[in-house]
Protein backbone atom coordinates (compact mmCIF):
# COMPACT_ATOMS: atom_id res chain seq x y z
CA UNK A 1 0.00 0.00 0.00
CA UNK A 2 2.60 2.01 0.89
CA UNK A 3 4.16 2.00 -2.89
CA UNK A 4 0.81 2.14 -4.52
CA UNK A 5 0.77 5.79 -2.26
CA UNK A 6 4.04 6.46 -4.10
CA UNK A 7 3.14 5.96 -7.11
CA UNK A 8 -0.27 7.74 -7.31
CA UNK A 9 2.11 11.12 -5.38
CA UNK A 10 4.17 11.22 -8.31
CA UNK A 11 1.11 12.15 -10.68
CA UNK A 12 -1.14 15.27 -11.26
CA UNK A 13 -4.18 13.98 -8.95
CA UNK A 14 -6.37 16.82 -11.43
CA UNK A 15 -6.40 14.10 -13.89
CA UNK A 16 -7.61 11.21 -11.32
CA UNK A 17 -10.98 12.91 -11.80
CA UNK A 18 -13.00 10.57 -14.62
CA UNK A 19 -14.39 12.97 -16.65
CA UNK A 20 -10.81 15.33 -17.19
CA UNK A 21 -9.21 11.70 -17.59
CA UNK A 22 -11.34 10.89 -20.73
CA UNK A 23 -11.13 13.94 -22.06
CA UNK A 24 -7.39 13.96 -22.07
CA UNK A 25 -7.72 10.69 -23.27
CA UNK A 26 -9.55 11.03 -26.60
CA UNK A 27 -7.42 14.39 -27.32
CA UNK A 28 -4.83 12.21 -27.22
CA UNK A 29 -5.83 9.28 -29.06
CA UNK A 30 -7.32 11.70 -31.68
CA UNK A 31 -5.83 15.03 -31.60
CA UNK A 32 -7.18 18.59 -31.89
CA UNK A 33 -11.50 18.23 -31.56
CA UNK A 34 -14.11 21.20 -31.06
CA UNK A 35 -15.57 20.94 -27.76
CA UNK A 36 -18.95 20.39 -29.67
CA UNK A 37 -17.33 17.04 -30.84
CA UNK A 38 -15.75 16.53 -26.93
CA UNK A 39 -19.18 16.95 -25.08
CA UNK A 40 -21.25 14.41 -27.70
CA UNK A 41 -18.24 11.91 -27.47
CA UNK A 42 -18.44 11.92 -23.72
CA UNK A 43 -22.39 12.18 -23.27
CA UNK A 44 -21.48 15.29 -19.97
CA UNK A 45 -23.06 18.34 -20.23
CA UNK A 46 -21.49 21.96 -21.55
CA UNK A 47 -21.40 22.93 -17.80
CA UNK A 48 -19.51 19.59 -17.04
CA UNK A 49 -17.41 20.58 -19.60
CA UNK A 50 -16.34 23.84 -19.67
CA UNK A 51 -15.78 23.06 -15.76
CA UNK A 52 -13.51 20.06 -16.62
CA UNK A 53 -11.86 22.17 -19.79
CA UNK A 54 -11.41 25.15 -17.62
CA UNK A 55 -9.12 23.58 -15.09
CA UNK A 56 -6.92 21.41 -17.60
CA UNK A 57 -6.14 24.84 -19.11
CA UNK A 58 -5.55 26.57 -16.30
CA UNK A 59 -2.72 23.38 -15.56
CA UNK A 60 -1.31 24.09 -18.59
CA UNK A 61 -2.66 20.89 -20.31
CA UNK A 62 -4.94 21.93 -22.92
CA UNK A 63 -4.44 25.12 -25.53
CA UNK A 64 -7.83 26.80 -26.11
CA UNK A 65 -8.51 28.65 -29.87
CA UNK A 66 -11.24 29.00 -32.04
CA UNK A 67 -11.04 27.63 -35.59
CA UNK A 68 -12.96 26.87 -38.18
CA UNK A 69 -15.42 24.57 -37.51
CA UNK A 70 -17.49 21.45 -39.50
CA UNK A 71 -20.92 22.87 -37.23
CA UNK A 72 -23.73 25.39 -37.97
CA UNK A 73 -21.00 27.85 -37.01
CA UNK A 74 -18.36 29.05 -38.92
CA UNK A 75 -15.79 29.75 -35.61
CA UNK A 76 -16.22 26.93 -32.83
CA UNK A 77 -14.01 26.27 -29.76
CA UNK A 78 -11.22 23.61 -29.89
CA UNK A 79 -8.81 22.24 -27.69
CA UNK A 80 -5.89 20.05 -27.86
CA UNK A 81 -3.19 18.54 -25.79
CA UNK A 82 -0.06 20.63 -25.07
CA UNK A 83 3.22 19.10 -25.14
CA UNK A 84 3.03 19.35 -21.36
CA UNK A 85 -0.50 17.70 -21.03
CA UNK A 86 1.12 14.66 -22.98
CA UNK A 87 3.72 14.19 -21.38
CA UNK A 88 1.98 14.35 -18.19
CA UNK A 89 -0.92 11.90 -19.54
CA UNK A 90 1.71 9.25 -20.36
CA UNK A 91 3.30 9.42 -17.12
CA UNK A 92 0.24 8.98 -15.58
CA UNK A 93 -0.82 5.83 -17.82
CA UNK A 94 2.22 4.81 -16.94
CA UNK A 95 1.69 5.20 -13.18
CA UNK A 96 -1.73 3.93 -13.25
CA UNK A 97 -0.69 0.51 -14.94
CA UNK A 98 2.48 -0.01 -12.45
CA UNK A 99 -0.60 0.49 -9.27
CA UNK A 100 -2.55 -2.07 -11.06
CA UNK A 101 -0.25 -4.92 -11.28
CA UNK A 102 0.62 -4.00 -8.02
CA UNK A 103 -2.81 -4.27 -6.99
CA UNK A 104 -3.85 -7.32 -8.93
CA UNK A 105 -1.02 -9.56 -7.02
CA UNK A 106 -2.07 -8.09 -3.83
CA UNK A 107 -5.42 -9.59 -4.79
CA UNK A 108 -4.41 -12.84 -6.12
CA UNK A 109 -2.70 -13.54 -2.72
CA UNK A 110 -5.35 -12.30 -0.57
CA UNK A 111 -8.43 -13.56 -2.80
CA UNK A 112 -10.30 -10.35 -1.83
CA UNK A 113 -12.63 -9.27 -5.27
CA UNK A 114 -14.06 -5.73 -7.14
CA UNK A 115 -12.19 -3.15 -9.40
CA UNK A 116 -9.83 -0.61 -7.27
CA UNK A 117 -10.47 2.90 -8.02
CA UNK A 118 -8.27 5.96 -7.11
CA UNK B 1 -19.39 16.04 -1.52
CA UNK B 2 -16.11 14.58 -2.85
CA UNK B 3 -14.97 14.29 -6.52
CA UNK B 4 -15.68 10.76 -8.33
CA UNK B 5 -13.21 8.03 -8.25
CA UNK B 6 -11.07 6.85 -11.23
CA UNK B 7 -12.18 2.98 -11.66
CA UNK B 8 -8.34 2.08 -12.42
CA UNK B 9 -8.64 -1.18 -14.55
CA UNK B 10 -11.07 0.49 -16.58
CA UNK B 11 -8.85 3.56 -17.10
CA UNK B 12 -5.88 1.44 -17.67
CA UNK B 13 -8.03 -0.18 -20.64
CA UNK B 14 -9.29 3.05 -21.93
CA UNK B 15 -5.37 4.54 -21.81
CA UNK B 16 -4.32 1.09 -23.29
CA UNK B 17 -7.05 2.11 -26.46
CA UNK B 18 -5.98 5.82 -26.57
CA UNK B 19 -2.19 4.90 -27.24
CA UNK B 20 -3.59 1.94 -29.88
CA UNK B 21 -5.92 4.73 -31.56
CA UNK B 22 -2.90 7.60 -31.14
CA UNK B 23 -0.48 5.07 -33.12
CA UNK B 24 -3.20 4.08 -35.69
CA UNK B 25 -3.92 7.90 -36.79
CA UNK B 26 0.07 8.40 -36.77
CA UNK B 27 0.65 5.59 -39.15
CA UNK B 28 -2.44 6.19 -41.05
CA UNK B 29 -1.50 9.89 -41.83
CA UNK B 30 2.05 8.41 -43.15
CA UNK B 31 0.80 6.07 -45.13
CA UNK B 32 -1.69 8.73 -46.90
CA UNK B 33 1.35 11.67 -46.92
CA UNK B 34 3.32 9.06 -49.13
CA UNK B 35 0.19 8.84 -51.56
CA UNK B 36 -0.37 12.14 -51.68
CA UNK B 37 3.41 13.24 -52.26
CA UNK B 38 3.46 10.41 -54.85
CA UNK B 39 1.13 11.46 -56.72
CA UNK B 40 1.55 15.51 -56.50
CA UNK B 41 5.34 14.61 -57.58
CA UNK B 42 4.29 12.72 -60.46
CA UNK B 43 2.35 15.24 -61.76
CA UNK B 44 4.47 17.88 -61.26
CA UNK B 45 7.36 15.94 -63.21
CA UNK B 46 4.16 15.54 -65.92
CA UNK B 47 4.07 19.08 -66.13
CA UNK B 48 8.05 20.21 -66.53
CA UNK B 49 8.07 17.05 -69.30
CA UNK B 50 5.52 18.86 -70.82
CA UNK B 51 6.88 22.50 -70.54
CA UNK B 52 10.42 20.53 -71.71
CA UNK B 53 8.84 19.47 -74.77
CA UNK B 54 7.09 22.66 -75.61
CA UNK B 55 9.97 24.87 -74.85
CA UNK B 56 12.71 22.27 -76.70
CA UNK B 57 14.51 22.52 -73.28
CA UNK B 58 15.81 18.49 -73.07
CA UNK B 59 19.21 19.63 -73.54
CA UNK B 60 19.17 22.36 -71.55
CA UNK B 61 21.31 21.53 -67.72
CA UNK B 62 20.00 24.76 -66.62
CA UNK B 63 16.52 23.84 -67.03
CA UNK B 64 16.37 20.58 -65.37
CA UNK B 65 17.93 21.68 -62.51
CA UNK B 66 15.87 24.95 -62.04
CA UNK B 67 13.01 22.43 -62.16
CA UNK B 68 14.59 20.01 -59.60
CA UNK B 69 15.56 23.20 -56.88
CA UNK B 70 11.57 24.56 -58.02
CA UNK B 71 10.41 20.99 -56.96
CA UNK B 72 12.64 21.32 -53.62
CA UNK B 73 10.73 24.34 -52.44
CA UNK B 74 7.23 23.83 -53.53
CA UNK B 75 7.70 20.10 -51.58
CA UNK B 76 8.69 22.48 -48.37
CA UNK B 77 5.61 24.82 -49.18
CA UNK B 78 2.90 21.88 -49.75
CA UNK B 79 4.45 20.22 -46.20
CA UNK B 80 3.69 23.65 -44.42
CA UNK B 81 0.26 22.98 -45.90
CA UNK B 82 -0.58 19.89 -45.20
CA UNK B 83 1.00 19.94 -41.65
CA UNK B 84 -1.66 23.28 -41.19
CA UNK B 85 -4.42 21.58 -42.96
CA UNK B 86 -4.64 18.08 -41.05
CA UNK B 87 -3.81 18.94 -37.46
CA UNK B 88 -4.28 15.68 -36.10
CA UNK B 89 -1.90 14.06 -32.73
CA UNK B 90 1.54 14.78 -33.89
CA UNK B 91 4.80 12.51 -32.88
CA UNK B 92 7.06 13.71 -30.41
CA UNK B 93 9.91 12.92 -33.46
CA UNK B 94 7.85 15.17 -35.92
CA UNK B 95 7.17 18.12 -33.44
CA UNK B 96 11.01 18.18 -32.73
CA UNK B 97 13.04 17.64 -35.93
CA UNK B 98 10.17 18.23 -38.51
CA UNK B 99 11.51 21.71 -39.47
CA UNK B 100 14.74 19.85 -40.86
CA UNK B 101 13.03 17.89 -42.99
CA UNK B 102 13.14 20.28 -46.17
CA UNK B 103 17.01 20.69 -45.89
CA UNK B 104 17.80 17.13 -44.76
CA UNK B 105 15.71 16.20 -48.16
CA UNK B 106 17.17 18.75 -50.55
CA UNK B 107 20.75 17.67 -49.59
CA UNK B 108 21.09 14.44 -51.69
CA UNK B 109 19.63 16.27 -54.49
CA UNK B 110 22.15 19.01 -54.17
CA UNK B 111 24.61 16.98 -53.80
CA UNK B 112 23.99 14.59 -56.98
CA UNK B 113 22.91 17.13 -59.00
CA UNK B 114 26.92 18.78 -58.67
CA UNK B 115 28.28 15.33 -59.96
CA UNK B 116 29.74 15.21 -63.52
CA UNK B 117 27.24 12.67 -64.74
CA UNK B 118 26.86 11.44 -68.77
CA UNK B 119 24.17 13.91 -70.35
CA UNK B 120 21.45 11.41 -70.51
CA UNK B 121 21.62 10.91 -66.60
CA UNK B 122 20.78 14.43 -65.77
CA UNK B 123 16.86 13.18 -66.30
CA UNK B 124 17.11 10.53 -64.05
CA UNK B 125 19.67 11.22 -60.98
CA UNK B 126 16.65 12.82 -59.01
CA UNK B 127 15.37 8.79 -58.80
CA UNK B 128 18.69 7.41 -56.85
CA UNK B 129 18.83 11.39 -54.99
CA UNK B 130 15.34 10.65 -53.79
CA UNK B 131 16.03 7.28 -52.61
CA UNK B 132 19.01 9.04 -50.86
CA UNK B 133 16.48 11.93 -49.48
CA UNK B 134 13.98 9.05 -47.74
CA UNK B 135 16.50 6.96 -46.44
CA UNK B 136 18.13 10.41 -44.70
CA UNK B 137 14.40 10.92 -43.15
CA UNK B 138 13.81 7.53 -42.22
CA UNK B 139 17.42 7.76 -40.12
CA UNK B 140 16.74 11.37 -38.84
CA UNK B 141 13.21 10.94 -38.17
CA UNK B 142 11.06 8.09 -38.89
CA UNK B 143 13.36 5.92 -36.99
CA UNK B 144 12.91 7.50 -33.81
CA UNK B 145 9.30 7.61 -34.32
CA UNK B 146 9.38 3.90 -34.79
CA UNK B 147 11.47 2.97 -31.82
CA UNK B 148 9.40 5.12 -29.50
CA UNK B 149 6.32 2.96 -30.15
CA UNK B 150 4.42 6.24 -32.07
CA UNK B 151 3.76 4.82 -35.20
CA UNK B 152 3.90 0.62 -36.51
CA UNK B 153 5.44 1.26 -39.97
CA UNK B 154 8.83 2.72 -41.75
CA UNK B 155 7.38 3.97 -45.21
CA UNK B 156 10.38 6.22 -45.62
CA UNK B 157 12.64 2.84 -44.75
CA UNK B 158 10.52 0.96 -47.31
CA UNK B 159 10.46 3.25 -50.37
CA UNK B 160 14.13 4.18 -50.35
CA UNK B 161 14.71 0.94 -50.52
CA UNK B 162 12.97 -0.13 -52.94
CA UNK B 163 14.15 2.89 -55.29
CA UNK B 164 17.55 2.26 -53.90
CA UNK B 165 17.23 -1.55 -55.30
CA UNK B 166 16.10 -0.46 -58.68
CA UNK B 167 17.93 2.83 -59.51
CA UNK B 168 20.67 0.62 -61.29
CA UNK B 169 17.95 -0.47 -63.98
CA UNK B 170 16.66 3.11 -64.14
CA UNK B 171 20.15 4.25 -64.85
CA UNK B 172 20.82 1.55 -67.35
CA UNK B 173 17.24 2.34 -68.85
CA UNK B 174 18.48 6.04 -69.07
CA UNK B 175 21.55 5.16 -70.97
CA UNK B 176 19.74 3.21 -73.69
CA UNK B 177 16.82 6.08 -73.85
CA UNK B 178 16.12 9.26 -72.02
CA UNK B 179 12.22 8.91 -72.08
CA UNK B 180 12.18 5.53 -71.21
CA UNK B 181 14.59 5.84 -68.41
CA UNK B 182 12.66 8.56 -66.95
CA UNK B 183 8.96 7.36 -67.81
CA UNK B 184 10.65 4.09 -65.69
CA UNK B 185 11.86 6.28 -62.88
CA UNK B 186 8.47 8.00 -62.40
CA UNK B 187 6.50 4.78 -62.33
CA UNK B 188 8.79 2.96 -59.82
CA UNK B 189 8.45 6.06 -57.56
CA UNK B 190 4.32 5.77 -57.84
CA UNK B 191 5.24 1.97 -57.45
CA UNK B 192 7.27 2.17 -54.70
CA UNK B 193 5.06 5.15 -52.76
CA UNK B 194 1.96 2.62 -52.86
CA UNK B 195 3.83 -0.56 -51.63
CA UNK B 196 4.73 1.50 -48.74
CA UNK B 197 1.64 3.46 -48.01
CA UNK B 198 -0.27 0.25 -48.56
CA UNK B 199 1.82 -1.53 -45.80
CA UNK B 200 2.24 1.23 -43.87
CA UNK B 201 -1.72 0.58 -43.86
CA UNK B 202 -1.56 -3.11 -43.04
CA UNK B 203 0.23 -2.34 -39.97
CA UNK B 204 -1.66 -0.16 -38.95
CA UNK B 205 -4.73 -2.26 -39.35
CA UNK B 206 -3.25 -4.83 -37.21
CA UNK B 207 -3.25 -2.71 -33.93
CA UNK B 208 -6.80 -2.39 -33.67
CA UNK B 209 -6.82 -6.12 -33.71
CA UNK B 210 -8.10 -6.38 -37.19
Known amino acids: MEDVAELLKSVDSDLLNPKRFAIVSLLYAIGPMSLRDLRRALGITWGDLDNNVRRLHEKGYLRLWRGLGSGPRVLEAKAELTEAGVGEYEKLVEQLGRILRKVSGTKKSSNSVGSPSV | ?210
Open chain 2, 1 to 210: MGEEQLDLSRAVALADLAQKMRKYFLTVQAAYAFLFYGSFITAYWLAIVCLAELLKAWSLDFFWLAAVLTLILIVILVGYITAVASPRATSDAWRKRGKFFGPVFAVPFIVLYTLPWPPNFYIVVWYPALAVSLLLEHLFIERGEYRQGEISARPFLLSSLIILFTSPLVLAVAAASLMAGWMLALSLVLLSYSIAALSALCNARKLLGN
